[in-house]
């Protein structure tokens, strides 16, 4: 994964996630007085830093570099940690990115809610954000981490929205779980941002682009849920 526009094109993560721990132990060394240690490094990486300071020293999860947004982590790679059902199927999990405007009729719940999808790594199709559930963490965890990775976005997770069954293009019979996912925060930079384009469309035109049907389905129990939410939201209103 490579960090973009601002840092630049061709700068590795990694290399540049070491940077940033030698000058975070530089400014903790000299108690906080950061010139001690400007003049060592190019100035964009300075900006980058100091960026991340002003916006706060705490703001740091694990396996997170995120230093004012313009740095995101690698995403995780490889399926040794992948969780598989019992009939030798992948354990796959993915959330439906959405934004609604909560004051909406349900008559305007279509026009008013919109979902994020993303494209493959080869740069077509459509889809909602899914990758492998791996076994050193919940499957809550996954889902926030693939809209992470894939999607860039972080949010507040929601309830399941089910399982399904669905073949893989290696004709393996995989298991997905979605969730809803209510969009709070859009990151500038994301770890597949360079493999993956992402869009936000209505509901109808993610129907009708994405290429899963399980996903669609996912979709429609997403819309009825929040149907009924704005039902039994408006007649406890009323009475």
């Not at 061709?10 to 000058?23: A, E, G, T």
């Not at 980058?48 to 995403?75: L, P, Q």
């Not at 894939?150 to 507040?156: D, I, S």
Request: aromatic share 8%; hydrophobic share 35%; charged share 25%.
């Amino acid at each position: 994964m490579m960090v973009q526009k601002e840092i630049g094109e061709q700068f590795p993560i990694r290399l540049l996630s070491y940077v940033f721990k030698q000058l975070i132990r530089r400014e903790q060394n000299s108690g906080g007085r950061l010139r001690s240690c400007r003049s060592a490094y190019p100035s964009f990486l300075w900006r980058t830093f100091t960026a991340g300071i002003a916006e706060g020293r705490e703001r740091r999860r694990v396996g997170v570099v995120n230093w004012g947004r313009m740095v995101s982590f690698s995403a995780r790679q490889g399926r040794q940690l992948q969780r598989y059902s019992t009939t030798g199927g992948r354990l796959v999990v993915g959330c439906i990115p959405y934004k609604l405007d909560l004051n909406c009729s349900n008559n305007d719940l279509l026009r008013s809610m919109e979902v994020l999808v993303i494209s493959s790594q080869k740069g077509y199709g459509m889809m909602f954000p899914k990758g492998g559930w791996e076994s050193d963490e919940t499957v809550k965890q996954a889902a926030s981490r693939e809209a992470l990775e894939e999607a860039g976005v972080q949010g507040n997770l929601e309830h399941r929205l089910g399982k399904w069954k669905y073949k893989s293009s290696t004709q393996a019979i995989n298991e997905g779980i979605m969730f809803p996912l209510k969009v709070t925060e859009e990151l500038v930079h994301w770890p597949e941002m360079s493999v993956r384009h992402r869009r936000w469309v209505s509901v109808a035109e993610a129907r009708e682009g994405c290429k899963h049907s399980w996903m669609r389905e996912a979709l429609d129990r997403l819309v009825r849920r929040l149907s009924s939410s704005i039902r039994r939201r408006k007649s406890a209103s009323v009475s």
